[in-house]
Every structure is written in C-alpha cells, then in structure tokens.
C-alpha cells in the first residue's frame, strides 16, 4: 500500500465576501491588455500618458483598465501636476505574474523536448 503524502494544512474556508474579492482580482488579470499594463508598471512608476503611448491604445480605453486594476487594489495612481502616475500598489502582483511566466515557461520547455526530433528514430 503507497505512503499517503503528508499535504499542507487545508486553508481556511473563505466567506462568501473573500470569495468575490478574489475572483475580482482573478477578472482584473484575465484581460491581456490589463496584463499588459500590469507588465510596464513591473519595470517601474510610469504616467498614464506613457502608458497610453506603450500600450498603443486610446486614453480613455487605458484609464478604464487602469481604473479597474486601481479597484482591485493592484496598483495605486497619485497625482504630479497635470500627470498622473502609476505604480504596483501590491508587491504580490510581481510574484503572481512572474510565478505564472516561469509556469509557462516551464511548460514550453516540456513541451519543446516532448516535440524535438531524435534522427535516431
């Protein structure tokens, strides 16, 4: 009979209110553009009008998924005369994403030497 795995402890269950605000965090990130915004603002503080310019996009179609990130309480904005600059308001923004991309990487590269041809065959 196979050893059972000593698991972690389970989490705490979750009242519905924790719930809804995690999957508010879940739709703020499931939008590629939102990503996309998220990755600028990993390389550090940058205005809304640098954003606008980075992301190829409209203002007001930039202010919107910036507005949405800000609720979700993923970055943070603060004003500077007539810009407006935005940041990582959540250290683990950066966590969660590169989290994911070595994720995917790692998939790739599995899925790469899965596929890569052996002349020996």
């Not at 719930?19 to 940058?46: C, D, I, K, W, Y």
């Not at 205005?47 to 507005?67: D, F, I, M, P, Y």
């Not at 969660?96 to 991309?101: A, G, I, P």
């Amino acid at each position: 009979m196979p050893k059972k795995k000593k698991s972690e402890p389970s989490p705490m269950p979750m009242s519905e209110k924790a719930l809804e605000l995690v999957a508010m965090r879940f739709r703020a990130l499931s939008e590629p553009t939102r990503l996309r915004l998220l990755n600028l603002l990993m390389q550090g503080e940058h205005t809304v009008g640098q954003l606008v310019e980075a992301a190829g996009l409209g203002q007001a179609n930039v202010s919107k998924h910036l507005a949405l990130l800000r609720d979700a309480g993923m970055i943070g904005m603060r004003k500077e005369g007539l810009s407006t600059y935005c940041y990582i308001a959540d250290p683990m923004v950066n966590e969660l994403c590169e989290m994911m991309c070595r994720r995917l990487r790692e998939d790739m590269e599995a899925q790469a030497r899965a596929l890569a041809f052996d002349p020996k065959i």
